[in-house]
């Protein structure tokens, strides 16, 4: 079984960063494919980027492309993601999520981390 | 980029009764990444069904997909009191990931 466990809400001002980790126990980190996900408020699900096994590397979601960073410690276990320049509409619950088997689809997720970015 | 569309916005039925609902996409999709989530308030999305038609682990068989290349349906046979949530569909295509804007399933 994996269990991702992510750290504390944050609450940032526009312009700032915030870097949200996911704590991996159960397996490695190196053994899996995490990706991060984020909901706002009342809204749908939006993919962020992810760990792309068939080129080895972190894939972004367009939107994101410059202003998010996804890296992984291994050492830890941990995966953090980073995102830049905040303003008001990254305002949203982050996720991370990964899969053991399920190849396409996440089967275990992080329980979530609320950024409010409000001056 | 792949845009998902699901219909109906809402569906509103009784419990017992049974659950259709529709992934379209603006293009071909592999079978093999699409998938179906289930999210309910609070709670981070549940796996249910991925690579189309494959169960995730411990999910009730009352849950099924169907579908190939731009029509994907999730299916749920009996509603019980517990599937009232909303269920997102995903696919994974050209290195990257899109969910549709979910189904909300309701009580009638």
């Known amino acids: 079984q994996v269990q991702l466990v992510q750290s504390g809400a944050e609450v940032k001002k526009p312009g700032a960063s915030v870097k949200v980790s996911c704590k991996v126990s159960?397996?490695?980190?190196?053994?899996?494919?995490m990706h991060w996900v984020r909901q706002a408020p009342g809204k749908g699900l939006e993919w962020m980027g992810g760990f792309d096994p068939e080129d080895g590397e972190t894939i972004y979601a367009q939107k994101f492309q410059g202003r998010v960073t996804m890296t992984e410690d291994t050492s830890t276990d941990t995966a953090y993601m980073e995102l830049s320049s905040l303003r008001s509409e990254d305002t949203a619950v982050y996720y991370c999520?990964?899969?053991?088997?399920?190849?396409?689809?996440?089967?275990?997720w992080g329980q979530g981390t609320l950024v409010t970015v409000s001056s | 980029e792949i845009v998902l569309t699901q219909s109906p916005g809402t569906l509103s039925l009784s419990p017992g009764e049974r659950a259709t609902l529709s992934c379209r996409a603006s293009?071909?999709?592999?079978?093999?990444?699409l998938a179906w989530y289930q999210q309910k308030p609070g709670q981070a999305p549940r796996l249910l069904i991925y690579?189309?038609?494959s169960r995730a682990t411990g999910i009730p068989d009352r849950f099924s997909g169907s579908g190939s290349g731009t029509d994907f349906t999730l299916t749920i046979s009996r509603l019980e009191p517990e599937d009232f949530a909303v269920y997102y569909c995903?696919?994974?295509?050209?290195?990257?990931?899109?969910f549709g804007p979910g189904t909300k399933v309701d009580i009638k």
């Open positions: 293009q071909s999709v592999s079978s093999s990444y």
């Open positions: 159960g397996y490695t980190l190196t053994e899996l494919s």
């Open positions: 690579g189309a038609s």
């Open positions: 995903q696919q994974y295509g050209s290195s990257t990931f899109t």
């Open positions: 999520a990964t899969d053991l088997t399920t190849v396409g689809g996440w089967d275990y």
